[in-house]
């Protein structure tokens, strides 16, 4: 892409939308999603990967980091348009200027108010005081760069003359992107789009700029704004990854982009984004800015593609396309999860099987589905291990090896360490020992460990109240591992460290059991 005219003002009705990231700058504005310089030029290489059209950088008259930050992504980037955000002052356009102009794409985004409450209140400037000040700011900045984005900050509250005058003037100052947001998340689809084309139909020289449209969440409106502005004729999405962005964030990229994808029959338009960068970009931010994804959120939420049902499982196992309207692929998963719990039916339940090895009949699948069900009333998540160790222990069950039969922990602060007395049977035959450890859990599992004659690796290890109050039933579980094996053990009791011995030696002979079937 390069920066000259023909790039900048593809104009009202082409099918190309452009993608503008807003992650970096909008979305920093986001409490808590504050970013160092090496984690911002980490994002935009993402960015570029991802194939955004523009990243808005930050605002360089911010702070000397923002502007550092937009000088390190200008010099970084170099498939992308970089571009920095300022007021409609001189001196915030030359420090947006200087920071971007090693860009091999730069653009320059001024914004000012238009809307009554904002000039008046805000601004504290009269219409015509206004007018002006866009004017003079966008001229300043097209003698800089021909890339001249400006936004009609709170546009969607603007008087509509007003705002077309505004638009039509700062077009014919040199701006080759008109930006219409929503600044407060306030709009209805239905009257943006009405905006839109108000614009359309009354800026005589429009098609010399595109339309852009940048949205806010506040009443969960921001993607379908956006798109019912681009079913309108705008051209430009701006938006941040995961929806990030000052108060309830801004249109989220991935939702925005696959409603094009998917209902491309209805939007009949297009948008360069490699959608299967979408989930790793997505990950990327969350990692960097530690907040998660929540599981429940459209298209990179943990659940999006994740069925629990019986009647689901069973539809997407027989046709995908039952229940799943995007392939995981499509936005870079690795695939659909069929998630086993209590609204499983026996078809996934049997696939699950399968998929682990097994071949049982129809009697045992039920026997299988039964016990799934009874554990996912007292566990929140069946594992794959959970699915094996139920069919090991109630299809092919074979007499354990260690048996647990006498447990006695001494446990606190005082001078004694802690330390485990235990009686053991080990193939028929009753063996005790008394060992310490760093703490109680640690001195049960050492003591029946060595008892037992092997020391498996603990992988996870974790206690759920079954029941409630103090007196509450506990449950552990562990999870093995010995070589290339792995196993799940589970202890009930109402005393948490027997709970734990039970968990270790059940896990213990589950592994013994493996073993040995691979090795016969
Ligand atoms: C809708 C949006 O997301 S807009 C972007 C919001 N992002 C940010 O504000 C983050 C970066 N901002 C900052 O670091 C600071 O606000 C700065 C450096 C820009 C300005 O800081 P200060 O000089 O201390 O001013 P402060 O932030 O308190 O007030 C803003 C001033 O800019 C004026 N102003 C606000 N928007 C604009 C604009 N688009 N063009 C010109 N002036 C503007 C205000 O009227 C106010 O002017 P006043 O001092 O004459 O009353
Ligand atoms: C500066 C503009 C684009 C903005 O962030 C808004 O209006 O919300």
Redesign the pocket.
């Known amino acids: 892409m390069k920066n000259d005219d023909s790039t900048v003002s593809t104009g009202y009705q082409s099918d190309r939308v452009y993608i503008f990231d807003t992650t970096l700058r909008?979305g920093e504005?986001s409490p808590g999603a504050t970013m160092t310089l090496q984690e911002k030029v980490r994002l935009a290489r993402q960015l570029e990967l991802l194939g955004v059209d523009i990243i808005e950088a930050g605002?360089p008259?911010?702070?000397p980091g923002d502007f550092e930050a937009v000088r390190a992504v200008s010099e970084t980037v170099t498939n992308c348009q970089v571009a920095g955000?300022c007021?409609?002052?001189a001196a915030?356009i030359d420090r947006a200027w200087e920071a971007l102009k090693h860009a091999a794409n730069p653009r320059i985004h001024v914004?000012?108010?238009t809307s009554p409450i904002h000039m008046e209140h805000?601004?504290?400037k009269t219409p015509d005081q206004v007018l002006e000040?866009a004017e003079k700011a966008v001229r300043h900045a097209a003698s800089l760069t021909k890339n001249v984005e400006f936004s009609a900050?709170d546009a969607s509250r603007s008087e509509l003359p007003f705002l077309a005058k505004v638009v039509e003037t700062v077009i014919d100052a040199g701006a080759t992107t008109v930006n219409i947001?929503d600044?407060v998340g306030y709009i209805q689809p239905g009257e943006y789009a009405n905006i839109i084309r108000y614009l359309a139909e009354n800026v005589k020289n429009i098609n010399k700029a595109v339309i852009s449209v940048h949205c806010h969440d506040d009443l969960g409106l921001a993607v379908a704004n956006s798109l019912a502005a681009v079913k309108a004729g705008a051209r430009q999405i701006e938006c941040t990854i995961n929806g990030i962005g000052?108060r309830a964030g801004n249109t989220a990229m991935d939702e925005a982009v696959m409603n094009l994808n998917v209902r491309s029959d209805y939007y009949q338009c297009n948008c360069g984004i490699i959608t299967e960068q979408l989930y790793p970009t997505a990950r990327t931010l969350s990692h960097i800015i530690g907040m998660p994804i929540p599981a429940n959120k459209a298209i990179v939420g943990a659940n999006a593609f994740a069925h629990e049902s019986g009647i689901h499982q069973d539809g997407v196992l027989k046709c995908r396309e039952t229940y799943e309207i995007m392939d995981a692929a499509s936005i870079g998963k690795t695939g659909n999860d069929m998630v086993l719990g209590k609204h499983s039916g026996r078809h996934a339940i049997k696939a699950k099987v399968e998929e682990l090895g097994y071949t049982l009949n129809d009697d045992q699948i039920t026997i299988v589905s039964d016990a799934v069900k009874k554990l996912a009333d007292i566990k929140k998540e069946i594992f794959s291990e959970d699915v094996e160790a139920i069919v090991l222990e109630e299809i092919f069950r074979m007499p354990d090896k260690f048996k647990l039969k006498y447990l006695q922990v001494h446990a606190g602060n005082g001078p004694i360490p802690p330390n485990a007395s235990v009686i053991m049977e080990v193939n028929g035959e009753d063996k005790q020992l008394h060992n310490f450890g760093v703490g109680p859990i640690d001195a049960v599992f050492n003591t029946i460990g060595t008892i037992s004659g092997c020391k498996p690796d603990l992988e996870q290890f974790s206690v759920n109240a079954i029941t409630g109050g103090t007196d509450a039933q506990g449950e552990v579980t562990v999870r093995l591992r010995r070589n290339n094996y792995t196993a799940i053990g589970r202890g009930a009791d109402p005393d948490i460290l027997v709970a734990a011995g039970k968990a270790y030696v059940n896990a213990l002979n589950r592994l013994a059991k493996k073993v040995e079937e691979n090795h016969a």
């Open positions: 909008d504005q605002f008259a911010a702070s955000l007021r409609a002052v915030d914004f000012l108010a805000k601004l504290r000040m900050e947001p600044t000052e």
